[in-house]
């Protein structure tokens, strides 16, 4: 499994570093952050699963294109595209 933050994910060609594509086959863990996250998905299937590393137990969560989850502060979590997807990783604002 990919151990990387999501910067390091970014692909190059991408537009904006919170875009990055998940190449089929390839899980990525998506660290913990202090606030709210939205995981969107802009093209294809993403399989997304809360980390074993928290206390609560594992969720799974199918998303397609178009569709959203929201990451409470804290959570860890694995993401995979099934079999490639486009995602957006986005921040709510620190108020």
């Known amino acids: ?5 999501m910067t390091e994910l970014h692909d190059p060609g991408d537009a904006a ?3 990055w ?3 089929a086959r390839a899980a990525s863990r998506l660290r913990a952050a202090p606030g709210r996250r939205w995981l969107a998905v802009q093209q294809g299937r993403v399989w ?3 980390s074993q590393r928290v ?9 397609r294109a178009g569709e959203r989850h929201l990451l409470p502060p804290g959570s860890e979590w694995v993401v995979e595209g099934w079999p490639e997807a486009r995602v957006l990783l986005l921040e709510a604002p620190q108020c």
């Open 21 to 23: 594509r998940l190449p």
């Open 17 to 19: 570093p919170w875009q």
């Open 55 to 63: 206390l609560e137990p594992g969720e799974d969560v199918w998303l």
């Open 48 to 50: 997304l699963t809360r």
């Open 1 to 5: 499994m990919n151990d990387m933050s």
